[in-house]
């Protein structure tokens, strides 16, 4: 079976400082990839998404990246944070061949203060 | 474009009375609609889903939802509510590119 994880699953920062976070998923091959942020009140917002390594698409112009080194992982960062980069960042994959529907992973609590 | 909205941005219900959350979607093409629950500081889980299959949709834990082409409605019921129900319920229907149009959440509060 597959199996999202992410971590760290909590995080704090200082305005200014550098961001990784990392997601991986266990048991399929070449899936789809996505980032969202949950900020408080606003709902899900899609940043971006990977249908394969190398291939990143931004949803949302930001001071965050992505990246997908390997298959099945794929990295959020950002050079400097932002307070507003606060939020709890969802990981999700896809299997793709027409299947739509998206698996999370169980979360980041990023705390910039 | 692919868009849902949900009716109600709280429901609260009492535990063992019926819960309906309210969805109304728009999509330019035969649509794919899901629900999925969050419980505080967790990932999302998918609840069900429906893919023009049967129009009456059974999920995990008791819900269920019915499509409604007529209405553009995909509303979701449970008889009874759980304690362990009170959560944030999203409504999603299928964008372009496999990527999905999320509702605004609606959260649900149990009472004892």
């Known amino acids: 079976s597959q199996t999202i994880h992410q971590w760290p699953a909590t995080l704090v920062q200082p305005v200014g400082s550098p961001l990784s976070l990392e997601c991986t998923v266990e048991?399929?091959?070449?899936?789809?990839l996505y980032w969202y942020r949950q900020a408080a009140g606003r709902g899900l917002q899609l940043l971006f998404y990977?249908?394969?390594?190398?291939?990143i698409s931004s949803e949302v112009p930001q001071n965050l990246s992505a990246s997908r080194p390997q298959d099945r992982q794929f990295i959020l960062s950002s050079k400097k944070l932002l307070l507003s980069d606060s939020g709890f960042y969802l990981c999700?994959?896809?299997?793709?061949?027409?299947?739509?529907?998206?698996?999370f992973g169980p979360g980041t609590r990023l705390t910039v203060l | 474009a692919q868009s849902v909205t949900q009716l109600d941005s709280h429901v609260s219900v009492s535990e063992g009375t019926p819960v309906l959350l309210r969805c109304n979607y728009s999509?330019?093409?035969?649509?794919?609609l899901f629900w999925y629950v969050q419980h505080p500081n967790k990932g999302l889980q998918l609840l069900l889903k429906?893919?023009?299959?049967?129009?009456l949709v059974k999920g995990i834990n008791g819900f269920e939802a019915e499509f409604k082409k007529s209405e553009t409605s995909f509303h979701l019921t449970k008889p009874s509510a759980h304690m362990s129900d009170a959560a944030e319920y999203f409504c999603v229907v299928r964008g372009n590119d496999y990527k999905l149009s999320f509702g605004a959440g609606t959260t649900v509060t149990v009472r004892a």
């Open positions: 999700a994959w896809n299997p793709g061949a027409k299947v739509y529907e998206q698996f």
């Open positions: 048991g399929t091959s070449n899936p789809n």
């Open positions: 429906y893919t023009s299959a049967a129009t």
């Open positions: 999509s330019s093409y035969s649509p794919s």
């Open positions: 990977s249908v394969g390594i190398g291939q």
